[in-house]
């Protein structure tokens, strides 16, 4: 793998082919990177609607209707869509079914360190939910986190992709019910195989050199 040849072969789809499919094996890859994305302090706070149907990817296209419909056909032509999610809340419940999965997954060797794990995760949860006040925006941090490993592994696969912020995500919440469920829309990605009239595929990557961005101590 040459990570440079990947970085510079990825880009934001403007126009997917709509004949070419994602293989079921591969999109199993890319399930297992939605699940094994780092969070801090374990804390998965996400959820994800995945579509391969046109029913499917039709539901989340209405979150591009009106503003937002220059989406659309990145929605529709896409291979398989996916909407990301956050949780709305980590309360006690949630916190104990995480401590619970990593017992099961065996991740302790004595209770000492599920007591400490647990005690450890609740003291950063606290500090963003008493003292800054932004347990739901550090939440979404960590979704997106998942969105930047998702990215550069299919990447990696050499499969397509691009997130969109640019969609009605309370369009999107309303349609899939996802706030009764305890979670809000955050973005779509869709993923497929992209087309050859897509012009941002033949234009020169574009970012700060080097020197810019990274002080070498």
């Known amino acids: 793998m040459n990570i440079t040849e990947i970085l510079n072969n990825r880009y934001s789809v403007k126009e997917f082919d709509?004949?070419?499919?994602?293989?079921?094996?591969?999109?199993?890859?890319?399930?297992?990177?939605?699940?094994?994305?780092p969070s801090s302090v374990n804390l998965q706070p996400w959820h994800f609607l995945i579509a391969d149907t046109q029913e499917g990817k039709e539901r989340i296209a209405k979150g591009t209707q009106g503003f937002f419909q220059f989406n659309t056909p990145k929605v529709i032509d896409a291979s398989h869509v996916i909407v990301v999610a956050a949780r709305t809340n980590a309360d006690?419940?949630?916190?104990?079914s995480i401590l619970e999965q990593e017992d099961k997954d065996g991740r302790f060797a004595a209770q000492e360190f599920k007591d400490q794990m647990h005690s450890g995760r609740m003291l950063f949860a606290d500090i963003h939910k008493y003292d800054l006040k932004d347990l739901p925006h550090w939440m979404e941090k960590q979704v997106?986190?998942?969105m930047g490993s998702l990215l550069l592994g299919v990447a990696s696969m050499g499969i397509?992709?691009?997130?969109?912020?640019?969609?009605?995500?309370?369009?999107?919440d309303e349609e899939f019910g996802l706030r009764k469920?305890?979670?809000t829309a955050l973005a779509v990605v869709s993923l497929?195989?992209?087309?050859?009239?897509?012009?941002n595929a033949k234009l020169p990557k574009s970012r700060f050199p080097e020197e810019t961005v990274i002080t070498q101590l």
């Open 160 to 172: 397509d992709a691009v997130p969109m912020e640019g969609v009605d995500v309370k369009a999107l």
């Open 92 to 96: 006690e419940a949630y916190m104990n």
């Open 18 to 37: 709509a004949t070419k499919k994602i293989s079921d094996s591969d999109f199993e890859q890319v399930k297992t990177l939605l699940r094994l994305s």
């Open 181 to 183: 469920k305890g979670y």
């Open 144 to 146: 997106y986190l998942n």
């Open 192 to 199: 497929g195989y992209r087309k050859d009239t897509d012009f």
